[in-house]
């Protein structure tokens, strides 16, 4: 269900948890109706994480690994 609504173009909401969708890069066009399929460049899935996540990367601490 998810592969599919994501390729729908539509953005997956799993509660609290976070968010998915389809981002694209790609070359300008001068136009929209001038924007064609072929400019488009590349895709990624996008994660947005929900406030309970967020707030914990605030509160991660770092330390050097010791082998």
């Known amino acids: 269900m998810l592969i599919r609504h994501l390729s ?24 929209a109706e001038k924007f064609t399929a072929s ?14 996540l967020r707030e914990m990367l605030k509160t991660v601490k770092y330390e050097k690994y010791k082998k």
Not at 39 to 52: E, H, S, V
């Open 39 to 52: 400019l488009i460049k590349g895709n990624k899935i996008q994660f947005r994480p929900g406030a309970d």
């Open 8 to 31: 729908e173009g539509k953005i997956v909401k799993l509660g609290d948890f976070g968010n998915f969708q389809i981002t694209l890069t790609s070359e300008g066009a001068p136009t």
